[in-house]
């Protein structure tokens, strides 16, 4: 009873103090506690590749924030979701390759523009073969499993081109690239193309072996930050904001070797000693890497010769109907922007 009289005077007081407090406001003051909405966060896609990895870095560092960034960075297990998702209009920003930005430009919502390159993929892109292939030929009529038309169906297409094959030579099996590598563990293909962490589960098959990778074919495989063409139109600020994050990790990534592998090992699920032979077949882009990237030139190592061949590519394999504004999908503006910064 004590303890309930007690608790009454109490809920008396406060309540009288509630009644003196609210008598002292003007008809139209505001609440102190009233809030101004925030911009809603940046979206940001990405997946399980080693070049992209470290923006996982910028949310555990706090550099988004540090560079007045609202982001929430989503992670999709299947790469091929970000791409959808990107085109739907779901993401403002997302980490994908050039390939397959052509590819899904022509029914992108908000249109798509590269205005980063993270890397090139040195090696990290594989085509892993059973026991009894020991060259390209060799997979003439074999079962090869590859997501269609995306990044290591094109690496598959560039290794039989260089031998006077096509893939109508061999038999594609159209799987995600983590079934894909399941499938060939499993004995239901003699080949698989795959990228990191997938190729080292493939190569958990007796006797499989690497036929064939990107680093045959330098250039071939830019990975890219790819922002809608909407949030340049509105926000280049922001975009701008996310070019100099890039960077930012970087220098995180060099001054803080062991604490940032640790992360990047943590968001990809793999072990230390995993993370490193997947790390070495990463070649990250500098900002003069970047610069001599959006130049036009004769070789994959200039974005612009690369997006022609293999816009070609897709059209000659019906990836294609028309040929998108290749033009349209290559910003060089904020990396040369952030270029000029770093001269000051």
């Known amino acids: 009873m004590k303890r309930r009289k007690i608790l009454s005077l109490l809920g008396l007081f406060l309540a009288s103090l509630v009644f003196v407090v609210s008598c002292n406001q003007s008809p139209n003051s505001t609440p102190n506690n009233t809030s101004t909405p925030q911009t809603p966060p940046l979206i940001i896609g990405y997946s399980n590749w080693s070049g992209w990895w470290p923006w996982a870095i910028a949310e555990s560092e706090g550099l988004f924030k540090a560079n007045g960034l609202n982001v929430e960075l989503k992670w999709f297990d299947g790469y091929l979701e970000s791409l959808q998702a990107m085109a739907a209009g779901q993401l403002d920003a997302n980490c994908q390759t050039l390939n397959d930005t052509i590819a899904f430009v022509g029914d992108s919502k908000n249109g798509q523009v590269a205005v980063l390159v993270n ?4 090696g990290n ?3 892993i073969v059973a026991e009894n292939i020991n060259t390209i030929q060799d997979l003439k009529g074999k079962k090869v499993a590859v997501e269609e038309g995306l990044v290591n169906d094109f690496l598959l297409a560039l290794a039989l081109e260089k031998e006077g094959m096509s893939r109508p030579d061999v038999e594609i099996v159209n799987l995600e690239t983590g079934a894909a590598a399941a499938a060939f563990v499993a004995g239901q293909v003699d080949a698989v193309g795959a990228f990191p962490p997938f190729w080292l589960t493939a190569l958990q098959r007796k006797g499989s ?7 045959e074919f330098p250039g071939a ?3 890219l930050l790819v922002v809608s063409q909407k949030l340049i139109q509105d926000r280049p600020q ?9 960077f930012d990790i970087r220098e995180f990534m060099t001054k803080n070797p062991e604490k940032a592998n640790e992360i990047m090992a943590k968001r990809a699920g793999v072990s230390a000693e995993e993370f490193k032979m997947f790390n070495e077949g990463t070649k990250f882009f500098t900002i003069q890497d970047n610069l ?3 130049t036009p030139g004769d070789s994959m190592k200039h974005l612009p010769f690369a997006a022609q061949k293999m816009s070609d590519f897709m059209l000659q394999v019906g990836f294609l109907k028309t040929k998108p504004n290749l033009d349209s999908i290559l910003d060089a503006q904020f990396v040369k922007k952030y270029a000029e910064t770093t001269k000051s």
């Open 209 to 215: 072996k690497e036929l064939i990778s990107s680093k």
């Open 125 to 127: 892109d594989k085509i």
């Open 238 to 246: 922001v975009v701008q904001g996310l070019v100099k994050t890039w």
């Open 221 to 223: 495989i830019p990975d």
């Open 119 to 122: 890397d090139n993929s040195a």
């Open 292 to 294: 001599e990237a959006f």
